[in-house]
C-alpha cells in the first residue's frame, strides 16, 4: 500500500539541479505542485511550478517563497531541505568565509525552510514530510571535511529531534544521508576532481536518490522512515 502524491504541494531547495532538479521533475511526473527554490530561479522548463531564486541563508526570502506557494498553490505537505555547500580542506586551512558560509547554508538554510512551512502545516491538521538530504558526512567524521561533517551532523540532529516534536501532528521527519552522488556538487569544492574520473563515475546517480527520496514520501501515513542511509558499491561500509 502506497501513498499517492497527485495533488500534493512541495517546496524543494537547490532545486536546480542534482537531487533537487532530479526530485523535482520526479514529483512533478506524479502529480506534486512544486515551489523551487534555487540561486539560479530555474523553474527546470516544468509548467505550473513556482520557482523564485533564492539564498537559504535569508530568512525573509524563504518564507516569501513559501507564503507565495501556499496562495498559488495551497497548503505545503512536503519540504525538502536540499540546499547545500561544501569545502574541503584541514580544519585550520579552511577559511573563515568558507567556515560561515556552510554554516547558514546547510544549517541556518534548512531551519529557515521549517520554519517557514512547520507553523501552517501544523495548523493545517493534516499531517505532512520533512525531508533533510543529509548525506553520509552528517552520520561519520571524514579527515579534511570537519566543518562540512558538522554541519550535516547538525542537520540530521534537527530532523532527529524535529521527529520527536512532530510526530503527535502526523509530520513526517526524515534524514536522507547518500554517500557519492555523481553531480556538479561531487567535482566542486576544491579537490580537484572532474566528471571523468573514476571515482566519480562510481558514484550513485542524482535519480537513485531521488528515487528513494519518492519511496520515502509514499509509505503509508501509518509508518514512518527516520533515517535512510545509502552508498554506491564502490564505497566501503563502516558499520
Not at 540530521?156 to 516534536?165: F, I, K, N, P, S
Not at 554517500?179 to 537513485?208: L, S, W
Not at 519511496?215 to 514512518?224: D, Q
Amino acid at each position: 500500500m502506497t501513498e499517492s502524491l497527485t495533488g500534493k504541494v512541495a517546496i524543494i531547495t537547490g532545486a536546480s539541479k542534482g537531487i533537487g532538479a532530479s526530485l523535482a521533475r520526479q514529483l512533478h511526473a506524479q502529480g506534486v505542485k512544486l515551489a523551487l527554490a534555487s540561486r539560479s530561479g530555474d523553474d527546470l522548463g516544468l509548467d505550473g511550478v513556482v520557482a523564485r531564486a533564492v539564498d537559504v541563508q535569508d530568512a525573509a526570502a524563504v518564507a516569501a517563497l513559501a507564503d507565495e506557494a501556499r496562495a498559488e498553490l495551497g497548503p505545503i505537505d512536503i519540504a525538502v531541505a536540499n540546499a547545500g555547500v561544501g569545502h574541503y580542506a584541514d580544519f585550520l586551512d579552511t577559511p573563515v568565509d568558507r567556515i560561515e558560509e556552510m554554516l547558514s547554508t546547510n544549517v541556518t538554510g534548512t531551519i529557515n525552510l521549517y520554519r517557514a512551512v512547520l507553523g501552517p502545516m501544523i495548523e493545517a491538521g493534516q499531517g505532512g514530510d520533512l525531508i533533510t538530504v543529509a548525506s553520509e558526512a552528517g552520520r561519520r567524521g571524514f579527515p579534511g571535511e570537519a566543518v562540512y561533517c558538522a554541519t550535516k551532523f547538525a542537520q540530521v540532529g534537527l530532523t532527529r529531534a524535529l521527529d520527536g516534536e512532530l510526530r503527535e501532528h502526523g509530520i513526517r521527519a526524515t534524514n536522507i544521508c547518500p554517500g557519492g552522488v555523481h553531480t556538479e556538487f561531487a567535482i566542486d569544492g576544491d579537490r580537484g576532481r572532474t566528471h571523468e574520473d573514476p571515482n566519480v563515475q562510481a558514484m550513485m546517480d542524482p535519480e537513485d536518490v531521488a528515487d528513494l527520496i519518492v519511496y520515502t514520501l509514499t509509505r503509508p501515513r501509518n509508518m514512518r522512515l527516520l533515517e535512510v542511509a545509502l552508498r554506491p558499491m564502490s564505497e566501503a561500509s563502516w558499520g
